[in-house]
């Protein structure tokens, strides 16, 4: 199933450029002028906007109740009363966890920390929990940070039990709080104000701050600001103000951190520490922080965090490292198990709420894939996990013109827990109400749409394809860093024109392009998760993205696609040719069919794959060539090459025979895997890409991928994925090097997915298959 829904491309504003602002930046001139756009037109706002050293921060003090809480904790601490610091399982808790108690301890309290487990608390204080951790922990002061400020109950009860409350905090405020002894939240502040952004780590910092300036150890704030760094990045703060300030600060310390856990954990993602950025954060580090969230307990993070132990450290490490790998395991198998859903039933997409569901998605990773559909198919979407008791537990992600929270409580009445706000929410009900639920949220929706809110792509700049350089992308990255509130700089080319694509990456889900100009200037181009997007129809504008990648040491200029839109020079567009499909899957023999098909199309391209070389009736994916007619012998392990084989041939017949390739049991896979791999470190030099596997197995990228590492973890093939999407394998030590079960695991679901998808190609409409109009 393939979608695209071109954005409304925002050309950048009009905006005069001071050339005495220019002069004084330095540098390309684009700096000057993409500062001005975003209002930073004054070189003192440019400067401050720039460098850390330029901004004035603001006192802590302007956010309410700071001081009262502040004051609460000195007098805990000279008493030595016991305090209770209580958390929240994301990144944006967890460093603020860290933060409170590494603090707090070093200034001597005695202090300990709770975190709710996801699935069996999910956020916020529990009276249960709360009543459970007093019991073990005595505290006489409890302060809570990145949660609290709707906890009415347990601040009741913590209240009744004689202690004393603090909450930093930095949700939404409810109309009243509870009877806590300080209340310290941003929110609480007007919305320009620079603190107003702050997440729960900055919110903690900001006491911390404080707390130490008052008690003259202000010269040791430095060593907590790489845990703020992390908070921002990943909680997605908005950068402005002081939390941009925090963040940039927080940066420079993160790359000279001193914390063993955060070392082990940049060096296990390979990353260089003191090149890091808040793109390495956002994409390597926080998902690994955050796997233990959401797949198991959080509260080994906070350990690894804080932790002196060196040994301790490289546990914590590894034990994270495995978390992010199934996490991201079974958000590919959840993403694809969805698609492939709505393969077999197109009609899903008919209503104004794309709502799936499957007893074997992890209630903690369908958010995250929601998000993905959401984007994917640019329409409110809604993932259950199905539980044994018959509840089935939600996640719903948004996209601009809905209101998910305020439609789905709208359905309260088949809904046995709901809440969220516009963007995206949480919710349970009975499985059996979800057809119900399907159409009255689809009716909700669609009355409540605002097609003005269709998002828009702003550009920073238009520029030629042959001006792009390393030097260009080093000095846009002055702007950094980039995230919400500073968008990574966007620009734009006119007039290009697609010479060829292909699939990268361990899992083929993106492309590298090679895209030219008029003038003949080539370049490459990455669009990321894209193997089931169309692809660019020439001549086309190309919005993109600079940076630049350290490939060998050598620093190279990476181009990552954004979006494209036919050129206004495109000829006027012709309609679609009217295309054929030949059935031929009842054919008692497939080989002779083939034969008398060739005989009346003699230029076909025949696509089988899973054969010896010697023994195929046809070439396989990465083999096949433009032609009007495709045979398609074997039947393909996914909706994914099937589309890829479409896209290769572009023919407008095709002959679908879907005979099952000849290796059938995963055992079978194995063992003809493992004779491939070892082949190929005897004949080959170890090197072998994944198409290359495919083709002489017949099964998904998806599965091989799975039963590889299931290799590499038993110590039988060692396998390194090198950046242009080839694999060096190499012969194992023989000894097992880390838990093999869940990659094994992942690879016996993949292997079930490619059976049932085969099961459907050789039983479902050939027209809707292929999404091709069927012969008469």
């Given at each position: 199933?393939?979608?695209r829904?071109?954005?409304?491309w925002l050309?950048?504003?009009?905006?005069?450029?001071?050339?005495?602002?220019?002069?004084?930046?330095g540098?390309?001139?684009?700096?000057?002028r993409?500062?001005?756009?975003?209002?930073?037109?004054?070189?003192d706002?440019a400067?401050?906007f720039?460098?850390?050293?330029c901004?004035?921060?603001?006192?802590?003090?302007?956010?309410p109740?700071?001081?009262?809480?502040?004051e609460?904790?000195?007098?805990?601490?000279?008493?030595?009363?016991p305090?209770?610091v209580?958390?929240?399982?994301?990144v944006?808790?967890?460093?603020?966890?860290?933060?409170?108690?590494?603090?707090?301890r070093?200034?001597?309290?005695?202090?300990d920390?709770?975190?709710?487990?996801?699935?069996?608390?999910?956020?916020?204080?529990?009276?249960?929990?709360l009543k459970?951790?007093?019991?073990?922990?005595?505290?006489a002061?409890?302060?809570?940070?990145?949660?609290?400020?709707?906890?009415?109950?347990?601040?009741?009860?913590?209240?009744s039990?004689?202690?004393?409350?603090?909450?930093?905090?930095?949700?939404?405020?409810?109309p009243?709080?509870?009877?806590?002894?300080?209340?310290?939240?941003?929110?609480?502040?007007?919305?320009?104000h620079?603190?107003?952004?702050?997440?729960?780590?900055?919110t903690?910092?900001?006491?911390?701050?404080?707390?130490y300036?008052?008690?003259?150890?202000?010269?040791?704030?430095?060593?907590?600001?790489?845990?703020?760094?992390l908070?921002?990045?990943?909680?997605?703060?908005?950068?402005?103000?002081?939390t941009?300030?925090?963040?940039?600060?927080g940066l420079?310390?993160l790359?000279?951190?001193?914390r063993?856990?955060?070392?082990?954990?940049?060096?296990?993602?390979?990353?260089?520490?003191?090149?890091?950025?808040?793109?390495?954060?956002?994409?390597q580090i926080?998902?690994?922080?955050?796997?233990?969230?959401?797949l198991?307990?959080?509260?080994?993070?906070?350990?690894?965090?804080?932790?002196?132990?060196?040994?301790?450290?490289?546990?914590?490490?590894a034990?994270l490292?495995?978390?992010?790998?199934a996490?991201?395991?079974?958000g590919?198998?959840?993403?694809?198990?969805?698609?492939?859903?709505?393969?077999?039933?197109?009609?899903?997409?008919?209503?104004?709420?794309?709502?799936?569901?499957?007893?074997?998605?992890?209630?903690?990773?369908?958010?995250?894939?929601?998000?993905?559909?959401?984007?994917?198919?640019?329409?409110?979407?809604?993932?259950?996990?199905?539980?044994?008791d018959?509840?089935?537990?939600g996640?719903?992600?948004s996209?601009?013109?809905?209101d998910?929270?305020?439609?789905?409580?709208?359905?309260?009445?088949?809904?046995?827990?709901?809440?969220?706000?516009?963007?995206?929410a949480?919710?349970?009900?009975?499985?059996?109400?979800?057809?119900?639920f399907?159409?009255?949220?689809?009716?909700?929706?669609?009355?409540?749409y605002?097609?003005?809110?269709?998002?828009?792509?702003?550009?920073?700049?238009?520029?030629?394809?042959?001006?792009?350089?390393?030097?260009?992308?080093?000095?846009l990255?002055?702007?950094?860093?980039f995230?919400?509130?500073?968008?990574?700089?966007?620009l734009?080319?006119?007039?290009?024109?697609l010479?060829?694509?292909?699939?990268?990456g361990?899992?083929?889900?993106?492309?590298?392009?090679?895209?030219?100009?008029?003038?003949?200037?080539?370049?490459g181009?990455?669009?990321?998760k894209?193997?089931?997007?169309?692809?660019?129809?020439?001549?086309?504008?190309?919005?993109?993205?600079?940076?630049?990648?350290?490939?060998?040491?050598?620093?190279?200029?990476?181009?990552?696609?954004?979006?494209?839109?036919?050129?206004?020079?495109a000829?006027?567009e012709?309609?679609?040719?009217?295309?054929?499909?030949?059935?031929?899957?009842?054919?008692?023999?497939?080989?002779a069919?083939?034969?008398?098909?060739?005989?009346?199309?003699?230029?076909?391209?025949v696509?089988?794959e899973?054969?010896?070389?010697?023994?195929?009736?046809?070439?396989?994916?990465?083999?096949?060539?433009?032609?009007?007619?495709?045979?398609?012998?074997?039947a393909?392990?996914?909706?994914?090459a099937?589309?890829?084989?479409?896209?290769?041939?572009?023919?407008?017949?095709?002959?679908?025979?879907?005979?099952d390739?000849?290796?059938?049991?995963?055992?079978?896979?194995?063992r003809?895997?493992?004779?491939?791999?070892?082949?190929?470190?005897?004949?080959?030099?170890?090197?072998?890409?994944?198409d290359?596997l495919?083709?002489?197995?017949?099964?998904?990228?998806?599965?091989?991928?799975?039963?590889l590492?299931?290799?590499?973890a038993?110590?039988?093939?060692?396998v390194?994925?090198?950046?242009?999407?080839?694999?060096?394998?190499?012969?194992?030590?023989g000894?097992?090097?880390?838990?093999p079960?869940?990659?094994?695991?992942?690879?016996?679901?993949?292997?079930?997915?490619?059976?049932?998808?085969r099961?459907?190609?050789?039983?479902?409409?050939?027209?809707?298959i292929?999404?091709?109009?069927?012969?008469?």
């Amino acid at each position: 199933m393939t979608t695209r829904n071109t954005l409304r491309w925002l050309d950048p504003p009009e905006c005069v450029v001071d050339p005495d602002v220019a002069r004084s930046l330095g540098g390309h001139p684009l700096v000057a002028r993409i500062l001005a756009q975003r209002g930073y037109n004054t070189l003192d706002a440019a400067r401050a906007f720039l460098d850390p050293a330029c901004y004035h921060p603001t006192p802590a003090e302007d956010l309410p109740d700071l001081i009262t809480a502040s004051e609460h904790l000195q007098r805990a601490i000279h008493d030595h009363q016991p305090i209770l610091v209580w958390g929240d399982f994301d990144v944006d808790g967890q460093t603020s966890t860290a933060l409170l108690i590494e603090a707090l301890r070093l200034l001597g309290a005695s202090v300990d920390f709770y975190i709710p487990h996801r699935l069996r608390e999910s956020h916020g204080v529990l009276i249960d929990s709360l009543k459970t951790q007093l019991e073990r922990f005595p505290a006489a002061l409890l302060i809570t940070c990145d949660t609290g400020v709707s906890a009415h109950d347990s601040i009741d009860y913590a209240k009744s039990a004689g202690l004393t409350v603090l909450i930093t905090d930095h949700h939404d405020l409810p109309p009243e709080f509870p009877p806590a002894d300080a209340v310290v939240n941003p929110k609480r502040l007007p919305a320009h104000h620079p603190l107003a952004t702050l997440p729960g780590v900055g919110t903690a910092y900001k006491l911390v701050e404080h707390l130490y300036t008052r008690l003259d150890r202000a010269s040791d704030l430095d060593r907590f600001l790489d845990l703020v760094a992390l908070g921002i990045v990943v909680d997605v703060a908005h950068q402005t103000g002081d939390t941009r300030y925090l963040l940039q600060r927080g940066l420079d310390q993160l790359r000279a951190t001193q914390r063993l856990g955060l070392q082990t954990l940049i060096e296990r993602a390979g990353l260089q520490a003191s090149a890091l950025s808040a793109t390495d954060i956002a994409f390597q580090i926080g998902p690994r922080l955050n796997a233990a969230g959401r797949l198991d307990d959080a509260r080994p993070v906070v350990e690894l965090l804080t932790t002196s132990d060196p040994g301790r450290a490289q546990v914590l490490a590894a034990q994270l490292d495995g978390l992010n790998q199934a996490r991201q395991l079974e958000g590919r198998q959840i993403y694809s198990a969805a698609q492939e859903q709505i393969e077999r039933d197109p009609s899903l997409l008919d209503w104004e709420a794309l709502i799936l569901a499957s007893p074997r998605w992890h209630p903690g990773l369908i958010g995250l894939v929601a998000s993905q559909l959401a984007e994917f198919y640019q329409r409110p979407t809604v993932l259950f996990s199905l539980a044994e008791d018959g509840v089935a537990r939600g996640s719903a992600r948004s996209v601009p013109g809905y209101d998910i929270g305020a439609a789905i409580a709208a359905q309260a009445d088949l809904l046995l827990h709901h809440g969220g706000h516009p963007g995206a929410a949480g919710l349970s009900l009975p499985a059996d109400h979800i057809p119900a639920f399907r159409r009255r949220l689809s009716d909700t929706l669609r009355a409540q749409y605002d097609p003005s809110a269709r998002p828009g792509l702003a550009l920073d700049a238009y520029v030629t394809w042959h001006e792009l350089s390393v030097d260009l992308a080093a000095e846009l990255d002055r702007l950094a860093p980039f995230g919400e509130g500073n968008p990574p700089v966007t620009l734009a080319a006119r007039d290009l024109t697609l010479s060829s694509a292909s699939l990268i990456g361990r899992t083929r889900e993106h492309r590298r392009l090679m895209v030219q100009d008029a003038a003949g200037t080539r370049r490459g181009v990455v669009w990321w998760k894209s193997a089931d997007r169309p692809l660019p129809d020439s001549p086309f504008d190309l919005a993109f993205r600079l940076s630049v990648s350290a490939y060998r040491d050598a620093p190279e200029l990476q181009i990552e696609l954004v979006d494209f839109r036919r050129a206004a020079s495109a000829p006027v567009e012709i309609p679609a040719v009217q295309r054929e499909v030949l059935d031929r899957r009842a054919a008692p023999d497939p080989l002779a069919d083939l034969r008398a098909l060739l005989a009346r199309y003699p230029g076909a391209q025949v696509w089988a794959e899973g054969y010896r070389r010697a023994e195929s009736p046809g070439q396989p994916l990465d083999r096949l060539a433009p032609a009007d007619t495709l045979i398609i012998f074997t039947a393909p392990p996914d909706p994914r090459a099937l589309r890829a084989a479409l896209e290769r041939v572009e023919p407008v017949r095709a002959a679908l025979l879907a005979v099952d390739p000849p290796i059938r049991t995963l055992g079978a896979l194995q063992r003809r895997l493992l004779e491939l791999s070892k082949y190929v470190i005897n004949q080959a030099a170890g090197r072998v890409t994944l198409d290359d596997l495919t083709a002489a197995t017949g099964h998904s990228l998806t599965t091989l991928t799975h039963l590889l590492e299931w290799f590499d973890a038993l110590g039988e093939v060692t396998v390194r994925w090198t950046p242009d999407s080839e694999l060096e394998l190499a012969v194992g030590p023989g000894v097992r090097q880390r838990d093999p079960e869940p990659h094994l695991a992942a690879a016996r679901v993949a292997f079930e997915e490619t059976a049932a998808y085969r099961a459907y190609v050789r039983r479902a409409d050939p027209s809707h298959i292929l999404g091709w109009t069927s012969e008469p």
